[in-house]
């Protein structure tokens, strides 16, 4: 059974940095992609970030040299460091897995594994 877990969400200031991170608990992989979803109220949910088991990662253009996603060694956390902060950056912060490959631009949509996700705000 995998487990993701989100924390480390709250309010931050425009401009600010933040980090959430996501436990990862289950059964080890050989080839895995693990992301960073965000859902800001009204919106569809998107992808921000992307990492995989060979340490590739894939970024939104929305978050691109802003965003910077990470694994620890064990790889059983996943970080999202966020800095320069926007106001559209405000949203529901999800980790996500894909168990079965590394990631690739389908992985955008083909997560199987779901964090019940942790709220960003970002205030003036």
């Known amino acids: 059974q995998v487990q993701l877990v989100e924390s480390g969400g709250g309010s931050v200031q425009a401009g600010g940095s933040l980090i959430v991170s996501c436990g990862v608990s289950?059964?080890?992989?050989?080839?895995?992609?693990l992301g960073w979803f965000r859902q800001a109220p009204g919106r569809d949910r998107e992808g921000v970030a992307l990492?995989?088991?060979?340490?590739?990662?894939i970024y939104a253009d929305s978050v691109k040299g802003r965003a910077t996603i990470s694994q620890a060694n064990a790889k059983n956390t996943l970080y999202l460091q966020m800095n320069s902060l926007k106001f559209e950056d405000t949203g529901t912060y999800y980790c996500a897995a894909d168990l079965t490959h590394d990631c690739d631009s389908n992985s955008w949509y083909g997560m199987d594994y779901w964090g019940k996700g942790t709220l960003v705000t970002i205030s003036s």
């Open positions: 990492i995989d088991s060979a340490g590739e990662t």
């Open positions: 289950g059964p080890p992989y050989s080839s895995y992609c």
